[in-house]
């Protein structure tokens, strides 16, 4: 870079960033880690409340990055996590006032709901109501999906209305759906207690399912239209060009499902076999019909072992210029569909294939995105595994998770926002490469309870939420500065001032993919400012719902809090694998039963992960007298009744295992 170039560019830098003080314009939990950045030189900075300005603590300010890589900004840190009053904040360093901001053990909840929400406001092929949608209700559009394009082997018209619009466009596609969902069921699986809520305005809250599972559900039934008789699934369902800046409704003419992929069929694969899992315990009958879709796409997989279409996977024919998710490489999509349907079955080949694949992509070194979804498949190897598992091979999967961590950890120190994408890395979408990264983080945490983990991802979220050079939350209508102008065609169309809220914008894009960005920046900008908040942007300010997905995922693990005390210590969470009832009735029978003879009793319990479980009965000197579960199980409630016709009166133990833990609880038989 020559002299010039330095100089113009640190102009733009200092033109175009009037605020210099950065935080989190949602806020923050009261017991976890607190930092403000500011950009340029103060000895010290001051929060005040809102209400009355009044001066509630003062920090010092120490000179943190010089020159940081990814902005060019020189940045100080200050530290306020001792502040810990739930109340609303603004912080002033120098001239310069941030953003306001709380303090609350509530505090991210409302962003977990809104960006839920945002799924919601996805919806294709059915009306959205005034009274889920406010403003920004709407008719059901493109009723008419769809036809079979020229370009595949077949013919005519097949219903699949229904699902979400992937982005901006109105398109849907496969393989980023499968990300999307699977973020989603992932979230549920691993955190139960935190996505459960039925009361989130959808139209189906109240359903006695959560909501979460119903918005997840409506993309699950799309999806399962778009598989062929043969098992492989068609790549995406789109018109030929991208509409107009219309509301969906608006968007008429044919929309076509093009060719199958064997990356949409495996996704695909992958997606049923964790719903199969997922929903189980709501609608057997439908995690059958998932659990048969899975299969049959598997089978698909089989007959054929080289990517579809050969050699470069799926390209747009001639004509038709949407979206193409395009991926050369469907080994590691093979390999996700393997871990999931080893999770759902425990059938040993699945894991065959599964360890094969693994030998060539490696393990854990990387988070996942819609065309490399390894680290995905290797997540529910570690965190699904049924019992045949390898356990030599789950260990190494551990192992490499908590290197992995650590290397995360060397990258946000090395970042002056403590964001995970390094220079090089803003690529499209690069919002959610950090997010994707905290789910890393996160499940480390759960695993390994370092909280640096807890605390690195914590700060993925803040940086989506304002932190960053931009002192912008990148989510639509949350915080006090957010995008007013996203590359989102019901935005523009719908007449409303405000975008849809709850929407994550793709964010910095240094290899300036559209062209307002090429006339705004070159190759001088520093990456992390490749970005602007205008509609025609599309490689940095559309949104989409494999961005969103992480987004429901941070923000409702963050954003869950004890509701009984009000009070969340997240260090001190230990978060458990299952809770074991005491068995009932018990002693057993219960006097004057009529079942005196065949005395039985019911052992219930929860378990907040799907996987390989037992449930054994022991008497007084350890030994073995039943099994009463030796099987995958789903997350959610069990229950199993045991019978002990040929038993002695006396003390008994019941112990469960799962996830790596056991528990027993005694029993009395009295006959
Ligand atoms: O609106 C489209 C957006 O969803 C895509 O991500 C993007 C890249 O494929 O393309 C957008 O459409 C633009 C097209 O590519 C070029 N002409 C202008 C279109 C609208 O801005
Ligand atoms: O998110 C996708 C990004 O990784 C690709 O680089 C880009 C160009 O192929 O496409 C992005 O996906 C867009 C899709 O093609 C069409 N709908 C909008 C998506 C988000 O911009
Ligand atoms: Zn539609």
């Known amino acids: 870079m020559n002299l010039a170039a330095i100089v113009v560019f640190t102009i733009s830098v200092t033109a175009s960033l009037p605020a210099q003080v950065f935080v989190d314009q949602v806020g923050y939990l009261p017991k976890a880690q607190k930092l403000v950045l500011v950009a340029g030189a103060s000895d010290s900075f001051y929060v005040h409340k809102v209400n009355n300005s009044e001066t509630v603590f003062r920090g010092k300010l120490n000179l943190w990055k010089t020159n940081d890589p990814s902005t060019a900004m020189t940045l100080y840190l200050g530290d306020f996590t001792g502040l810990e009053t739930r109340d609303e904040y603004f912080i002033r360093a120098g001239a310069f006032d941030s953003y306001r901001f709380m303090i609350a053990d509530s505090v991210y909840f409302n962003a977990y709901k809104k960006s839920l929400k945002g799924f919601y406001f996805q919806r294709c092929g059915s009306d959205l109501l005034q009274v889920h949608a406010g403003e920004y209700a709407h008719s059901r559009c493109h009723i008419g999906d769809g036809f079979y394009h020229t370009s595949t082997d077949t013919n005519g018209f097949v219903l699949a209305r229904g699902g979400w619009h992937d982005a901006g466009d109105y398109g849907k596609y496969v393989v980023n759906a499968g990300i999307s969902v699977a973020t989603l069921l992932m979230a549920y699986e691993y955190f139960t207690q935190q996505f459960n809520q039925d009361n989130l305005n959808l139209p189906e809250s109240g359903n006695?399912?959560?909501?979460?599972?119903?918005?997840?559900?409506?993309?699950?039934?799309?999806?399962?239209?778009?598989?062929?008789?043969?098992?492989?699934?068609?790549?995406?369902?789109?018109?030929?060009?991208?509409?107009?800046?219309?509301?969906?409704?608006?968007?008429?003419?044919?929309?076509?499902?093009?060719?199958?992929?064997?990356?949409?069929?495996?996704?695909?694969?992958?997606?049923?076999?964790?719903?199969?899992?997922?929903?189980?315990?709501?609608?057997?009958?439908?995690?059958?019909?998932?659990?048969?879709?899975?299969?049959?796409?598997?089978?698909?997989?089989?007959?054929?072992?080289?990517i579809v279409p050969f050699p470069d996977g799926f390209k747009n024919p001639t004509g038709t210029a949407t979206g193409e998710y395009g991926d050369g490489d469907d080994s590691d999509e093979?390999?996700?569909?393997?871990?999931?349907?080893?999770?759902?079955?425990?059938?040993?080949?699945?894991?065959?294939?599964?360890?094969?694949?693994?030998?060539?992509?490696?393990?854990?070194?990387?988070?996942?995105?819609?065309?490399?979804?390894?680290?995905?498949?290797?997540?529910?190897?570690?965190?699904?595994?049924?019992?045949?598992?390898?356990?030599?091979?789950?260990?190494?999967?551990?192992?490499?998770?908590?290197?992995?961590?650590?290397?995360?950890?060397?990258?946000?120190?090395?970042?002056?926002?403590?964001?995970?994408?390094?220079?090089?890395?803003?690529?499209?979408?690069?919002?959610?490469?950090?997010?994707?990264?905290?789910?890393?983080?996160?499940?480390?945490?759960?695993?390994?309870?370092?909280?640096?983990?807890?605390?690195?991802?914590?700060?993925?979220?803040?940086?989506?939420?304002?932190?960053?050079?931009?002192?912008?939350?990148?989510?639509?209508?949350?915080?006090?500065?957010?995008?007013?102008?996203?590359?989102?065609?019901?935005?523009?169309?719908?007449?409303?001032?405000?975008?849809?809220?709850?929407?994550?914008?793709?964010?910095?894009?240094?290899?300036?993919?559209?062209?307002?960005?090429?006339?705004?920046?070159?190759?001088?900008?520093?990456?992390?400012?490749?970005?602007?908040?205008?509609?025609?942007?599309?490689?940095?300010?559309?949104?989409?719902?494999?961005?969103?997905?992480?987004?429901?995922?941070?923000?409702?693990?963050?954003?869950?809090?004890?509701?009984?005390?009000?009070?969340?210590?997240?260090?001190?969470?230990?978060?458990?694998?299952?809770?074991?009832?005491?068995?009932?009735?018990?002693?057993?029978?219960?006097?004057?039963?009529?079942?005196?003879?065949?005395?039985?009793?019911?052992?219930?319990?929860?378990?907040?992960?799907?996987?390989?479980?037992t449930l054994k009965i022991y008497d007084v000197l350890g030994r073995e007298i039943a099994t009463l579960v030796a099987e995958s199980l789903t997350a959610g409630s069990h229950a199993r009744v045991f019978e002990s016709a040929q038993l002695a009166s006396g003390v008994y133990f019941y112990e469960l295992q799962a996830g790596g833990f056991r528990k027993h609880r005694r029993m009395l038989l009295l006959r």
């Open 334 to 613: 093979r390999l996700w569909a393997a871990a999931e349907l080893f999770a759902a079955t425990g059938d040993e080949s699945y894991q065959t294939t599964f360890s094969l694949f693994a030998e060539s992509l490696g393990l854990i070194d990387r988070a996942m995105s819609w065309p490399d979804v390894k680290t995905m498949a290797h997540l529910t190897f570690l965190l699904g595994a049924p019992a045949s598992t390898d356990q030599n091979l789950r260990d190494r999967i551990y192992h490499s998770l908590l290197d992995y961590c650590e290397e995360l950890l060397r990258i946000r120190g090395a970042s002056g926002f403590h964001v995970l994408i390094e220079p090089g890395e803003y690529y499209w979408g690069s919002n959610s490469i950090a997010l994707n990264k905290a789910i890393v983080l996160i499940l480390g945490y759960q695993l390994a309870k370092k909280p640096s983990y807890y605390d690195a991802a914590l700060d993925q979220f803040h940086y989506v939420l304002g932190a960053n050079a931009h002192n912008m939350s990148f989510v639509t209508g949350i915080g006090s500065n957010s995008p007013r102008h996203p590359h989102h065609r019901p935005s523009v169309a719908d007449g409303v001032e405000a975008p849809v809220p709850g929407l994550l914008v793709g964010g910095p894009n240094q290899y300036l993919n559209d062209p307002e960005l090429r006339a705004r920046f070159d190759a001088s900008t520093p990456p992390a400012l490749t970005y602007v908040d205008d509609v025609d942007s599309y490689a940095s300010n559309e949104i989409a719902i494999n961005w969103n997905a992480p987004l429901v995922l941070v923000a409702g693990f963050f954003a869950s809090f004890d509701i009984a005390t009000g009070v969340r210590d997240y260090k001190s969470e230990i978060p458990e694998t299952f809770r074991l009832y005491q068995n009932y009735p018990n002693p057993f029978p219960r006097r004057g039963s009529a079942w005196a003879d065949n005395p039985s009793t019911t052992i219930a319990f929860d378990l907040y992960r799907s996987g390989f479980t």
């Open 208 to 306: 006695g399912v959560p909501d979460l599972l119903d918005e997840a559900r409506y993309e699950i039934e799309w999806l399962l239209t778009m598989q062929h008789s043969h098992g492989g699934v068609h790549h995406k369902l789109t018109s030929e060009q991208f509409s107009g800046f219309v509301m969906p409704q608006h968007h008429t003419g044919l929309r076509y499902l093009y060719e199958i992929s064997s990356t949409a069929t495996a996704d695909f694969a992958a997606v049923m076999a964790r719903a199969a899992r997922v929903y189980q315990p709501f609608d057997a009958d439908f995690a059958q019909t998932c659990l048969a879709a899975a299969e049959k796409a598997w089978q698909f997989l089989l007959n054929n072992p080289f």
